[in-house]
């Protein structure tokens, strides 16, 4: 590894001084890029400071004072990208971006990028943008959100961002965070266009400029032949994406920095004055390997090494610069020393800055607690519907669930509403009933079949300022893209500081129990997924009435905490009207539903002093008809409806177990993962002893048909469990 880094490490300078400066590999000239020699000079310094800090950052991780991972170097040209672009057209940045953040903070007077760099490179708390939890490229005040995992997981939102700023204009958006004139601009690498995250993302932007849909969005692919050690075929990139249908392609090679800044003004004219998506495939070199691990040696030859190391696009712009300005060998290698040197002294000076050092540092931000700009009253259409028998008239789940969703459109017009089907159809259970004739197809639209680009457009949409509520369609389905949650959404505020956040509501159909449409992918009883995700808010009601309140309390949550919060809407309560047959019991007047529930307070049912049921969604209908059964036995029970699975809310519920010393916990998931695993594990940290037993659903997909009443918990089984949890004989109950 030594001699890899070594000859990349002396390679500029050693050809800059040999004079080893490579022919041109462009005939563009500085009046086709709209380039004045002054601004070449200007890109050229973020250049060599970013290839300054990149030597300085592997220095310090060789020495273990440091944490690099993946640089910029041969990827320097995109610096002209960021000359090309405003400071306010949000960046969406691949990692090796270090050029682009230095030359576009030239822009905006008082920022510091090498001092912000260095803080980050070491992990200092100081970090502008992270405060110490990661190396990321990222400012607030610059319009770069940070990201980590950019193999092609920020691409979905980056299309969100640059479709909420078309919705905002048609809209009329005042208080956007992006200019109605902005562009999106999104890098990645020739490797990360194959993931498939990229290609759903890529498919939806061609779509959306397809039906002509304005779209104002750049698709960077740097394009070095590489992904890690395995080569991109040659001309791959182009015969891929070069006649794509709704997406305008363009070409630069960024080893010529004036090349880039030619293609980067075309593909930022298509994409600002045109509204379209454009594909902008730059040509680059990779050196110093994929990153501070990585041995090139062992997959790359010496021959072939040196031969990118002679098309470092530093050394294409020095010679650019040498043309233009006048400047010598010398000159520019003097430049380099006095660079170096600054980079080298705030690298040093960094190291010394204060680190986090508790958990509560490390974690402060994942809840952040910042008030919104007050909510604008939406409008309905002239000739919309009228809900108002509706409003006054028992109602099931589903459709006081639409309902709920109308009445908060109405209260803010931010809220942004759609998915598969939840627009003239109104969902397939009818939850979005009617909000398309009543708000029009700018406020509750359909999509296109895939989950992440459905995810992404709501973290797009949220960086500008609307309160998306994206729905997926049944709960097998997020798995197909967990990870804009998981690695995007909730982590933006983490990796942020709190700077960026991603206030959504996430509509989820899911859990068992549905008859009739069964199977797994319609019957999922798994909710790990989100339970393992840091900073989310996972709420999941048990009959209309707490669907209304607790929707009202979620979209306060997301409005005022900037929290993602997920809604699991129990798919076979959806129609459900009785507990016993007859009672209406799971229906609600929807005017007749005062207010919202406290976010961690958990629905206390009765007042039963032998036994507590704690328990969630479709359990909560079920021990509620196991009552019966144990009234008959002499059984009084309360039982604990815990509505907020996570974070759970143990402290409310053992509040309200009380002095009960029978517990019983009926938990509708799996026995792996579910909510109940933690629930037992909290009491026993909490020394708390109760009598106590659990029932699950078994580890299993659920399957089709009756045999699905073999895997799940059921009413009969939660009476049993009670009993026999209490020492009372089925025999004695049934006499």
Same mark, same amino acid.
């Given at each position: ?57 592997? @220095? ?223 040509? /680059? ?11 090139? /040696?062992?997959?790359?030859? @010496? ?64 809840? #952040? ?10 409008? /309905? ?119 960026? /956040? ?31 995700? #840091? ?201």
């Amino acid at each position: 590894m030594a001699g890899a880094i070594g000859a990349a490490t002396d390679g500029f300078l050693d050809r800059l001084k040999a004079g080893r400066i490579p022919p041109p590999v462009t005939g563009a000239s500085l009046n086709d890029a709209g380039l004045a020699p002054s601004a070449l000079s200007g890109i050229f310094e973020s250049q060599l400071t970013s290839r300054a800090l990149d030597l300085e950052a592997r @220095r310090l991780g060789a020495a273990r004072r440091g944490f690099y991972s993946i640089g910029s170097s041969g990827h320097e040209g995109n610096a002209g990208l960021a000359h090309v672009l405003r400071v306010d057209d949000m960046a969406f940045l691949h990692y090796r971006s270090g050029a682009f953040y230095i030359e576009r903070a030239r822009k905006l007077p008082g920022e510091t990028p090498v001092w912000n760099m260095a803080l980050s490179f070491v992990a200092s708390s100081e970090d502008p943008i992270s405060g110490g939890r990661h190396k990321v490229i990222g400012s607030k005040s610059l319009f770069i959100p940070p990201q980590t995992s950019t193999i092609a997981s920020h691409l979905p939102k980056a299309m969100g961002a640059a479709f909420s700023i078309a919705l905002a204009r048609t809209q009329k958006k005042r208080d956007a965070a992006l200019p109605l004139d902005s562009v999106i601009y999104c890098s990645f690498g020739d490797a990360s266009a194959n993931h498939s995250t990229a290609q759903g993302a890529i498919n939806a932007a061609a779509l959306t400029g397809y039906r002509g849909l304005p779209l104002p969005l750049i698709f960077a692919c740097e394009d070095n032949g590489v992904g890690i050690s395995v080569k991109t075929p040659e001309g791959w990139i182009a015969a891929n994406y070069g006649a794509r249908a709704g997406l305008r392609y363009v070409y630069g090679d960024a080893r010529d920095v004036v090349d880039a800044v030619r293609a980067g003004r075309e593909a930022e004219r298509c994409a600002r004055a045109a509204r379209k998506p454009v594909f902008l495939h730059l040509r /680059t070199v990779r050196l110093m390997g994929h990153a501070g691990s990585d041995l090139e /040696t062992s997959y790359r030859d @010496r021959a072939e090494i040196e031969t990118e190391a002679d098309q470092d696009p530093l050394l294409h712009t020095a010679r650019r610069v040498m043309e233009t300005s006048g400047a010598s060998l010398t000159d520019i290698e003097k430049l380099y020393g006095e660079i170096s040197g600054c980079a080298r002294r705030a690298m040093e000076a960094a190291c010394d800055r204060p680190k986090l050092s508790s958990a509560a540092e490390v974690m402060s931000a994942l809840s #952040p607690r910042k008030r919104s700009a007050a909510r604008r009253p939406g409008r /309905t259409l002239d000739r919309a519907p009228d809900d108002a028998r509706a409003r006054r008239e028992p109602q099931h789940m589903s459709r006081l669930i639409s309902l709920a969703l109308a009445d908060e459109m109405e209260r803010d017009r931010n809220i942004v509403v759609f998915g598969e089907d939840v627009a003239k159809k109104g969902g397939v259970y009818g939850a979005t009933t009617r909000l398309q004739q009543k708000f029009g197809p700018a406020r509750a639209f359909d999509t296109l079949l895939d989950e992440q680009s459905i995810l992404g457009l709501g973290i797009g949409l949220a960086h500008n300022g609307f309160l998306p509520v994206p729905e997926i369609q049944f709960l097998a389905y997020v798995h197909n893209a967990e990870d804009q949650l998981r690695g995007e959404a909730a982590s933006l505020s983490f990796f942020s500081n709190s700077q960026y /956040t991603n206030p959504m509501v996430v509509r989820v159909a899911g859990l068992a129990y549905q008859k009739g449409f069964g199977g797994h992918f319609h019957n999922d009883n798994s909710v790990a997924v989100f339970r393992d995700i #840091p900073g989310i808010v996972l709420a999941c009601p048990s009959s209309g009435a707490e669907a209304v309140a607790m929707l009202r309390e979620s979209f306060r949550i997301a409005r005022e905490e900037r929290r993602v919060v997920v809604f699991l809407e129990p798919i076979a309560l959806y129609g459900t009207k009785d507990v016993s047959e007859g009672d209406g019991s799971m229906t609600a007047i929807f005017d007749d539903i005062d207010g919202a529930v406290r976010f961690g307070a958990p629905n206390v049912i009765g007042d039963g002093r032998d036994l507590a049921i704690v328990t969630y969604g479709n359990g909560t209908y079920l021990s509620r008809r196991a009552l019966a059964h144990l009234e008959d036995a002499g059984v009084s029970a309360r039982i604990i409806d815990l509505r907020w699975l996570s974070p759970l809310p143990v402290d409310a519920v053992v509040d309200a177990i009380g002095k009960r010393r029978n517990v019983l916990i009926v938990d509708e998931c799996r026995r792996t993962g579910g909510p109940a695993e933690e629930i037992i594990a909290q009491f026993a940290d909490r020394g708390l002893s109760y009598n106590m037993k659990r029932i699950t659903g078994e580890d299993t997909f659920i399957p089709l048909g009756p045999a699905a009443d073999t895997v799940l918990v059921s009413e009969s089984e939660i009476a049993a469990a009670a009993l026999s949890l209490l020492g009372v004989s089925a025999g004695k109950a049934a006499e």
